[in-house]
T-cell receptor
Framework: QQQVKQSPQSLIVQKGGISIINCAYENTAFDYFPWYQQFPGKGPALLIAIRPDVSEKKEGRFTISFNKSAKQFSLHIMDSQPGDSATYFCAASFTSGTYKYIFGTGTRLKVLA | DAGVIQSPRHEVTEMGQEVTLRCKPISGHNSLFWYRQTMMRGLELLIYFNNNVPIDDSGMPEDRFSAKMPNASFSTLKIQPSEPRDSAVYFC????????????FGPGTRLTVL
């Protein structure tokens, strides 16, 4: 019940294309869903996050779509750029009690120039 | 702010040796997390402290692993004795223990056990 399933494991997209990464969770008590971006040799860094009271959040070229009934959420990267090439992790957390994250397994994105 | 500081950045040791990884969280943060990252298992939470007290150590693989946080500005993760399967990148992260908490990750320590 604590798992977060992420797909695909890896993704190759042409420059200018749309990258889509999907995550699914089981525990309906999760109420905070961040996405982290990790470049080689660096620690993950927060990219964008959403609460389940909204269905979509957009920041620049990055959008989270959230489907509460399906217990799924996804990251869309519009106009993908080579500089977006990184590993992306979704996560789920609680906003009360324990604040630990449950991370997905990661998606390695490569954007071709 | 300097961010989360980890040392050493790289560690190569031989099987059976003791390894100590160090972390300095961001000043003012009261939660600290140790993660292990491998290709096979992704990013795993090992242990989580709040106000220097271990809250959840369910991810610590076995008794060979121990973690301490003697004060708000320092934590260690010790592996004794180390084994080749412990080879991984170990990350420390810190956050404010509150609703909608962003975790700030350090640069990681790449551990290789020969």
């Amino acid at each position: 019940q604590q798992q977060v399933k992420q797909s695909p494991q890896s993704l190759i997209v042409q420059k200018g294309g749309i990258s889509i990464i999907n995550c699914a969770y089981e525990n309906t008590a999760f109420d905070y869903f961040p996405w982290y971006q990790q470049f080689p040799g660096k620690g993950p860094a927060l990219l964008i996050a959403i609460r389940p009271d909204v269905s979509e959040k957009k920041e620049g070229r990055f959008t989270i779509s959230f489907n509460k009934s399906a217990k799924q959420f996804s990251l869309h990267i519009m106009d993908s750029q080579p500089g977006d090439s990184a590993t992306y992790f979704c996560a789920a957390s609680f906003t009360s009690g324990t604040y630990k994250y449950i991370f997905g397994t990661g998606t390695r994105l490569k954007v071709l120039a | 702010d300097a961010g989360v500081i980890q040392s050493p950045r790289h560690e190569v040791t031989e099987m059976g040796q003791e390894v100590t990884l160090r972390c300095k969280p961001i000043s003012g943060h009261n939660s600290l997390f140790w993660y292990r990252q491998t290709m096979m298992r992704g990013l795993e939470l090992l242990i989580y402290f709040n106000n220097n007290v271990p809250i959840d150590d369910s991810g610590m693989p076995e008794d060979r692993f121990s973690a301490k946080m003697p004060n708000a500005s320092f934590s260690t993760l010790k592996i004794q004795p180390s084994e080749p399967r412990d080879s991984a990148v170990y990350f420390c992260a810190s956050s404010l223990h509150r609703e909608v908490n962003e975790q700030f990750f350090g640069p990681g320590t790449r551990l290789t056990v020969l």
